[in-house]
């Protein structure tokens, strides 16, 4: 495959630093830093991968010496789909993968972590390649029985379980050791996706997700964001009682778990510390907040529901699993920075990362 290489004045600059070390008084560097990212440094992607289906990376972009922009072509949805990258703090020797999912907006809005949360900077120091898709906006990251007429076609299942993997394992030199993460909507497809895939993704962290989709309140969960979005359930698994519900609910599978390092957060709908008039976390205005303790405040009940029934499930399957159940919170984005930064050891566990 012949790539596209493109640099920013920032990444070309970290070359000239890395070919030249000012060198203190007396000729010697001083101290050796981290060696420069190897993509960086010779503008190229460590191989020129493909996956079973013919999916690729079409083309990529160097942001700066730590962040690349990835247009993965998924075969599946016959379709480019971009994809984040923050490269580890040593990129020496092959380190593992953390797949972090954004909510309804599939990272296509400013709904992200990037924009809402300093999870850049909680990354920074840590040796693991953060991958964050943007794309799949309402579609709950799943493989939908039939296109949509208002979402199109989705087969994100197939594009996270067997696609993407093996691409960003060899084009970025990854050790093949993968975890994952998601909030709201994406809460319910980091469950989904170790079932699918065993063995693929050794932890697995759900902030505000709901997991238990063929239950009622559930499905109406579900049926809500997806209608949001302009689209129908039933062009996912079909209607409501449909067997493919089950066939794809957690809660229903929660046996195929065991292995998996799980942390599961929630708040329960009450106003907490983040939702606070014009506050860091909070929607702006009287508007916004009023927004973010209604709405918010359902929405986040209604997972509530939905978490505490999988932790009393994993408990009868005598499956361990790491619970976030704070007393308060909405669904907003305060909350989920700080469930992030909670789940650092159990993500970390799987890595094979300090905590």
């Keep these: 495959m012949q790539w596209t290489r493109r640099r920013t004045a920032a990444a070309a600059s970290a070359v000239v630093m890395f070919l030249g070390v000012p060198a203190a008084s007396g000729g010697l560097a001083t101290a050796a830093a981290a060696p420069l990212d190897p993509i960086v440094a010779s503008g190229s992607l460590l191989a020129s991968p493909r996956s079973p289906d013919g999916s690729r990376i079409a083309d990529f972009t160097i942001k700066d010496d730590r962040n690349l922009v990835l ?33 309804a907006g599939g990272g296509e809005d400013d ?118 979005g302009g689209g129908k359930s039933k062009n996912m698994y079909g209607r409501q009682r449909d067997p493919m519900w089950a066939a794809n609910d957690p809660y229903v599978h929660a046996d195929q778990l065991r292995g998996v390092n799980l942390f599961i957060s929630n708040g329960t709908g009450l106003p907490g510390q983040w939702d606070t008039l014009d ?20 929405l986040e009940a209604a997972a509530d529901y939905c978490s505490r029934n999988m932790q009393n499930r994993l408990n009868q399957l005598g499956i361990p699993a790491t619970y976030d159940f704070q007393p308060t919170g909405t669904h907003s984005w305060g909350y989920w920075e700080d469930a992030l930064v909670s789940s650092w050891p159990v993500l970390a566990k799987g890595l094979g990362l300090p905590a």
């Excluded at 120091?125 to 799943?142: E, F, H, L, R």
């Design 111 to 228: 709904a992200t972590w990037d924009v809402k949360t300093s999870a850049a900077q909680f990354f920074a120091d840590k040796d693991v390649n953060v991958i964050q898709p943007v794309g799949g906006a309402w579609s709950y990251y799943t493989d939908w029985r039939e296109p949509d007429p208002a979402l199109g076609v989705n087969k994100w299942q197939t594009f996270f379980t067997e696609e993407l993997p093996p691409l960003i394992d060899a084009a970025l030199g990854a050790n093949g050791t993968n975890a994952i993460a998601g909030l709201s909507m994406a809460g319910t497809a980091v469950l989904q996706l170790p079932i699918a895939k065993p063995g693929l993704f050794k932890s697995a962290a759900t902030y505000s997700g709901c997991a238990q989709i063929s239950d009622p309140i559930g499905w109406n969960f579900v049926n809500a964001v997806v209608a949001a």
């Design 71 to 103: 247009q993965v072509y998924s075969a599946a949805m016959d379709k480019n789909i971009e994809i984040k990258v923050q490269r580890p703090a040593d990129t020496s020797v092959a380190r593992p993968t953390l797949y972090l999912l954004s909510g």
């Design 279 to 298: 506050g860091t976390h909070a929607l702006p205005g009287v508007g916004g907040l009023v927004n973010q303790v209604t709405l918010g405040a359902g």
